[in-house]
């Protein structure tokens, strides 16, 4: 188990070491992918994804190797590295991440050549260039803007984002990309037929690329003025360009030899123009059609221009078979385009139906879920009233036996009291009726006195009122502990039923003397707080 532990434990310490490691060699790459694209994309692929467990440097795996193949100019064809790198910076990365991750998104988009989404990638990366201090990646942004509003004839949106790009380009200083986003301006100017404006461009491009010794601009834009200026009719300023053109091209292209045929079919040189356009048709075998059928136009017209008519008619004819291949093989690619463009937003619109099902399966459930559950409660609930019910009832049904039960007892102990006391209330009133005579009166006060009245009695008359009245006469007491016995033996005859004569005979006081002490006792009652006050009340009155 032990030995199973330190295994463990040296595997995981490996692991993070090796982790740590490879991230270190990513913050080295992505220092250097401008200046060495190649290398740091030898050194990306020389690295096993699968070694990475670390979900941070995964993502940045995945960014700087999309980065690398889009520096070297391959396609971005999948995103299985990039889309978790996107996810991941989207909500943990800097803002210079989340620019990339949008950045290299768009160029997947664009090589797949969905170019509204790549378009609305670009412009989403584009809203974190105030955040970020980087112009170049700011202007290869707007750079390729360009380019996709060019490739959907939206000329004036697409010289917005050339412009801007090369302003970037300017503050970056990256001479070369500030060049290449001249003539891009310069290009779009002369597609718009602006020929001032993309003269001007084109020169002031031309005046860069010599400055920083850019051969490659310099051929360009020597062979874009010369074929502007020979449809312009401009000859001194053409030849000069010509023969710079001929010093820097040492292997001309077939694009080259037809500039150099129209140059010549312009000042009315046809033999000239016949030599440059025959070797522009030889030098495309195999090339686009588009150039094959630019020269023979060219070619036909210098026939025409010697008198070969023949030639010409036939040149004509060919270059109008070759038009119509052209024209057809573009209706084709339409077609193509337009049928993947289709199949594209079919499978779109599958996803976002899928998507959609989805989302109604899990309301649907969510809703069930949480229908069941309020079932469940007001079921419970249910039952635990109903339970409560039933426990309610069962204490009254209790309670109510006991009040049967007690109903009986009461009404006993009310007859045995009334039968006890009612020999005392007889005698009571026989004694009060005939005070008068004396044999009598001695006797029944002897009877009251020896047999009746004895201490005991009014003790065994409390118990049986509290017993039958809820302890009356014991909250009484407590309520006025230092009553006098007097008011105490008062109440008690009170409640027993004795009127105010009887008590007078049974106390041997004056019926004065009773009547005040109940004035004496109501007052009591009334000032005190028992419970039982108004029944008191209503017995003594």
């Not at 396609?75 to 989207?90: E, G, Q, W």
Request: aromatic share 12%; hydrophobic share 35%.
């Amino acid at each position: 188990m032990k030995i199973f532990i330190y295994v463990c434990v040296f595997l995981c310490l490996y692991s993070c070491s090796e982790s740590k490691h490879i991230s270190e060699e990513l913050n080295r790459t992505e220092e250097i992918i401008n200046d060495y694209p190649d290398s740091v994309l030898r050194s990306l692929q020389a690295i096993a994804p699968g070694s990475i467990c670390k979900k941070s440097t995964k993502a940045h795996y995945g960014l700087l190797y999309s980065l690398a193949l889009d520096k070297t100019g391959q396609t971005i064809d999948s995103d299985s590295m990039l889309r978790p790198a996107v996810n991941y910076f989207l909500r943990k990365g800097t803002n210079r991440q989340k620019f990339l991750s949008w950045y290299c998104l768009g160029r997947m988009e664009y090589s797949a050549n969905n170019y509204q989404k790549a378009t609305e990638s670009y412009l989403k990366a584009l809203e974190y260039q105030d955040l970020i201090d980087d112009p170049y990646l700011i202007g290869v942004c707007n750079f390729v803007l360009g380019e996709l509003n060019l490739k959907q004839n939206n000329y004036q949106r697409a010289l917005f984002y050339y412009q801007e790009a090369y302003e970037n380009y300017q503050a970056a200083n990256k001479t070369k990309h500030q060049v290449s986003a001249k003539t891009a301006i310069a290009a779009v100017y002369y597609m718009e037929n602006d020929n001032d404006n993309a003269l001007r461009d084109y020169r002031e491009a031309l005046n860069l690329s010599e400055q920083f010794g850019y051969e490659d601009f310099q051929v360009y834009c020597l062979r874009c003025l010369i074929g502007i200026l020979s449809n312009k009719g401009v000859t001194n300023e053409t030849y000069n360009y010509v023969g710079r053109f001929l010093q820097l091209s040492d292997d001309l292209s077939p694009n080259d030899y037809c500039v150099l045929g129209e140059y010549y079919l312009r000042i009315n040189k046809p033999d000239s123009a016949e030599y440059y356009l025959n070797a522009a048709i030889s030098a495309n075998i195999g090339g686009p059609r588009e150039n094959d059928a630019a020269a023979k136009i060219l070619l036909a017209e210098a026939y025409t221009m010697n008198a070969d008519y023949r030639a010409a008619y036939s040149m004509q004819k060919e270059c109008l078979a070759l038009c119509d291949s052209i024209h057809l093989s573009y209706m084709n690619n339409s077609a193509a385009e337009t049928e993947l463009r289709y199949k594209n937003e079919r499978l779109e619109f599958e996803r976002y139906r899928s998507s959609v099902r989805q989302n109604v399966i899990y309301i649907i459930a969510l809703v069930s879920v949480i229908a069941i559950c309020g079932i469940i409660y007001i079921f419970r609930r249910r039952n635990k009233m109903q339970k409560q019910r039933i426990e309610e009832y069962l204490t009254l049904i209790e309670e109510l036996n006991k009040t049967k039960l007690q109903i009986p007892d009461a009404a006993k102990i009310s007859e045995l009291l009334n039968t006890r006391f009612q020999v005392l209330k007889e005698l009571a009133k026989t004694y009060y009726e005939f005070e008068n005579s004396p044999a009598l009166t001695k006797k029944v006060k002897g009877i009251l006195s020896e047999k009746i009245l004895d201490k005991t009695i009014i003790s065994d008359l409390e118990n049986t009122l509290n017993q039958q009245y809820d302890n009356v006469i014991s909250n009484f007491k407590s309520e006025y502990p230092k009553i006098k016995p007097c008011f105490v033996e008062l109440l008690c005859l009170l409640y027993a039923g004795f009127s105010p004569q009887q008590i007078s005979v049974i106390t041997n006081e004056t019926l004065k003397t009773i009547y005040m002490r109940k004035f004496h006792l109501k007052k009591k009652i009334i000032a005190s707080h028992i419970t039982t006050k108004d029944v008191i009340l209503n017995i003594i009155s």
